[in-house]
T-cell receptor, first 113, second 119 residues
Framework: DAKTTQPNSMESNEEEPVHLPCNHS???????IHWYRQLPSQGPEYVIH???SNVNNRMASLAIAEDRKSSTLILHRATLRDAAVYYC??????????????FGTGTLLAVQP | GAVVSQHPSRVICKSGTSVKIECRSL??????MFWYRQFPKQSLMLMAT?????????EQGVEKDKFLINHASLTLSTLTVTSAHPEDSSFYIC???????????????FGPGTRLTVL
């Protein structure tokens, strides 16, 4: 499986934007970029995913580099409830053994009031 | 999004006993479910993939006779930790993959997790 690299931790202030980077230099053409987050003692929560174009939803935006070797999750206005571990994961869309989510170490986001 | 539930949310058992954890997709059918384990301050580790009506596929290093997985219906998968020992104490999380388009095609949704403590 193609690997992702994320910073171990980041800090943000409440109500400020947060940009969480992810490098995936070995991404293949059929890999989707997924972001999940995990709050303490909870299961992961889907945030957003994309393939080539930038994506927006009610939770966040995903900016994907033109060569797809990196991406950035953008939280437009961080709140205390956004403090979590954020995972950037590559997943192949078609079925089979590769169509499963393999978690890396993620980025622990701390939000200061 | 789609809802996945787990039961129980936490369980404490004595060493040597077996514990069953249920995972249900509440508002969608899931032909494929996944079981993960997470130790404190570590990431999720995929244990196995289960497909409805067939045997589970275990990841390398996971003992299939110790972690029994049954996926008998499109909405229910169970994980049984047999002869549990203190080193099996962990946070077990299930995930279900959508097969229709109601919640997005081929997306994975996660349960809230089950905290297992073996004394």
């Amino acid at each position: 499986d193609a690997k992702t690299t994320q910073p171990n931790s980041m800090e943000s202030n409440e109500e400020e934007p947060v940009h969480l980077p992810c490098n995936h230099s070995t991404i293949s053409g059929t890999d989707y970029i997924h972001w999940y987050r995990q709050l303490p003692s909870q299961g992961p929560e889907y945030v957003i995913h994309g393939l080539t174009s930038n994506v927006n939803n009610r939770m966040a935006s995903l900016a994907i580099a033109e060569d797809r070797k990196s991406s950035t999750l953008i939280l437009h206005r961080a709140t205390l409830r956004d403090a979590a571990v954020y995972y950037c994961i590559l997943r192949r869309f078609y079925g089979g053994a590769t169509n499963k989510l393999i978690f890396g170490t993620g980025t622990l986001l701390a939000v200061q009031p | 999004g789609a809802v996945v539930s787990q039961h129980p949310s936490r369980v404490i058992c004595k060493s040597g006993t077996s514990v069953k954890i249920e995972c249900r997709s509440l508002d969608f059918q899931a032909t494929t479910m996944f079981w993960y384990r997470q130790f404190p301050k570590q990431s999720l580790m995929l244990m196995a993939t289960s497909n409805e009506g067939s045997k589970a596929t275990y990841e390398q290093g996971v003992e299939k006779d110790k972690f029994l997985i049954n996926h008998a219906s499109l909405t229910l998968s169970t994980l049984t930790v047999t002869s549990a020992h203190p080193e099996d104490s962990s946070f077990y999380i299930c995930s279900a993959r959508t097969s229709g388009r109601a919640f997005g095609y081929n997306e994975q949704f996660f349960g809230p997790g089950t905290r297992l403590t073996v004394l």
